[in-house]
């Protein structure tokens, strides 16, 4: 039975010095066969089975991590949560995911920290102000809320903004989304692992995918590093390794794995209540409860697994920082990092059947698929169960590459993505 | 980041070059006889591999021209260069 977490809990826990607070979730051995394995212990990958489990009765499953859970793309991204996004299919996507963040600590039982603090993107020429006022209207009409603001309306927002017209990026105008903001990311994977945990779901750590098992075009499981786990039905979520995954099985993806980065800075007082993302220049800024900036920067442009990317990505970053933000010019940044994301030619994700009976893919979120954790989950769960698309990812299949129909959102969408 | 030595001008830092994606696909020589599966192959499906790669890149901001280059994307190692039009290295 899992202890609810409560007030009453941590008074109870506090008495005994919080020595004996009951585990989050067990560390099996890994069965012979389940009825499904999902490859990737990431926020996706547990979100997915937490609904399997739950919306799907599909309790005799299992995830497989390499590493330990949330410790690759999960515990590496800047956690801003948006829906903004420029098409319908995904505004859909992205929306759906929006309104579970809204209720997701109180489902789970976990505190995921979703703030509401808005995200503003800013404009910096007049074609980023005509792409703006678009989307605005676009997101609008799919019933996303969204407001285009003036120069001096992002000022009043955000004070800290240089607005100055004579920068080398003058603001010009700025979009914001106040339903948007950010999660405790760690938070996320713990949560989703607790509840799968909860539900009967096997969370394996340390067991790293070497093979999948195929007989003529159906699954029939997959080669561990911890032996040979019997299934029909295998789930890939491995975000920067999707192509690793697929090449075991014999197919190609339309990926490409690229470094990209972030830091943070040593802890301030609050300086900065809201999101601010400039996509032109590809610089972002959030502050962490703890009181750091947290700081996105932009991909390399060469397919790399190195999780470092290079130092002058990070210094075309933070110029575009400091002229934006001249009041962080004495900031000293504690850690950078890389993290490797899977890139799709329409930077839009694939959430798939393949051409192999009983094998899934979630893949190709690129730099933004930690916004769309939830609904990722709930969406692949119930591709993988019914072996049928929902309506909301259907358009995300591995077959617009074929047809041509792509979602491109490759600067259609706020480009930093 | 890293060097790079372009095989025009030497030994120059990896931030003048632009990578140019997985090397030696051929443009299909009938393109109007293809299928829209080998449309599909030819224009988006990748390798991406984890390990030694076969890759184009261009010195875009020192002499301009293109040429290839293996590397090992686990690490980042270059392992040959080469010209356009010249065999690549047996791996």
């Known amino acids: 039975m899992r202890n609810k977490y409560s007030v009453f809990s941590l008074i109870k826990n506090a008495l005994s010095y919080h020595e004996n607070w009951q585990r989050a979730w067990k560390d099996p051995a890994p069965k012979k066969e389940y009825d499904a394995v999902i490859v990737g212990g990431g926020g996706h990958g547990l979100a997915t089975a937490y609904y399997l489990a739950k919306k799907h009765n599909m309790n005799n499953i299992a995830v497989v991590e390499k590493g330990w859970i949330g410790g690759g793309n999960t515990g590496r991204n800047t956690t801003i949560i948006r829906s903004n996004y420029l098409w319908d299919a995904s505004a859909g996507l992205y929306d759906h995911a929006l309104k579970i963040w809204e209720g997701l600590s109180q489902e789970l039982n976990y505190n995921v920290m979703f703030s509401q603090r808005g995200v503003m993107n800013i404009a910096h020429n007049l074609q980023d102000v005509r792409d703006l006022k678009r989307r605005t209207h676009a997101n609008r009409l799919n019933g996303i809320d969204a407001v285009y603001l003036s120069t001096e309306e992002v000022k009043k927002f955000c004070p800290i903004i240089n607005t100055s017209p004579d920068i080398r990026y003058p603001v010009l105008g700025g979009t914001l989304q106040r339903r948007a903001g950010t999660a405790r990311h760690d938070a996320v994977a713990w949560g989703y692992a607790r509840g799968a945990d909860a539900m009967g779901v096997d969370i394996i750590q340390n067991c790293e995918v070497k093979g999948i098992k195929r007989n003529g075009d159906s699954v029939e499981g ?4 911890k032996g040979f786990i019997k299934t029909k039905k295998v789930g890939v979520v491995a975000a920067g390794h999707s192509s690793v995954i697929a090449n075991m099985a014999g197919l190609r993806l339309p990926l490409e794995s690229k470094p990209l980065q972030a830091l943070v800075s040593e802890p301030v007082k609050p300086i900065i209540d809201t999101v601010v993302m400039s996509n032109a220049v590809h610089a972002y800024v959030s502050q962490s409860d703890k009181g750091e900036l947290v700081i996105g920067a932009g991909t390399d442009d060469y397919v790399s697994y190195t999780q470092k990317g290079s130092h002058q990505i990070v210094e075309g970053t933070l110029n575009a920082i400091l002229e934006l933000y001249p009041i962080f010019s004495r900031m000293r940044m504690l850690r950078q990092w890389g993290g490797i994301v899977d890139i799709c030619p329409d930077a839009s994700p694939i959430l798939s059947k393949t051409s192999i009976k009983g094998l899934y893919f979630n893949c190709g979120w690129g730099t933004g698929g930690f916004k769309a954790t939830p609904g990722s989950g709930d969406l692949f769960a119930h591709t993988i169960a019914n072996d049928e698309p929902h309506k909301l990812n259907a358009a995300f299949n591995l077959n617009r590459f074929v047809s041509g129909d792509l979602v491109d959102e490759h600067g259609a969408a706020a480009v930093a993505h | ?51 030694v790669q076969f890759e184009r890149w261009n010195h875009a901001h020192g002499c301009r021209k293109w040429f290839n280059m293996v590397r090992d994307t686990s690490n980042d190692e270059i392992k040959a260069i080469y010209k356009m039009g010249e065999k690549p290295p047996a791996q």
């Open chain 1, 222 to 225: 997959i080669e561990t590093t």
């Open chain 2, 1 to 51: 980041m890293f060097l790079i030595k372009c095989p025009y001008c030497g030994e120059r830092d990896q931030q003048e070059f632009k990578a140019g994606g997985e090397a030696h696909i051929e443009r299909p020589k009938q393109p109007t006889e293809l299928s829209d599966d080998e449309w599909a192959e030819y224009l988006f499906m990748r390798k991406n591999i984890k390990g």
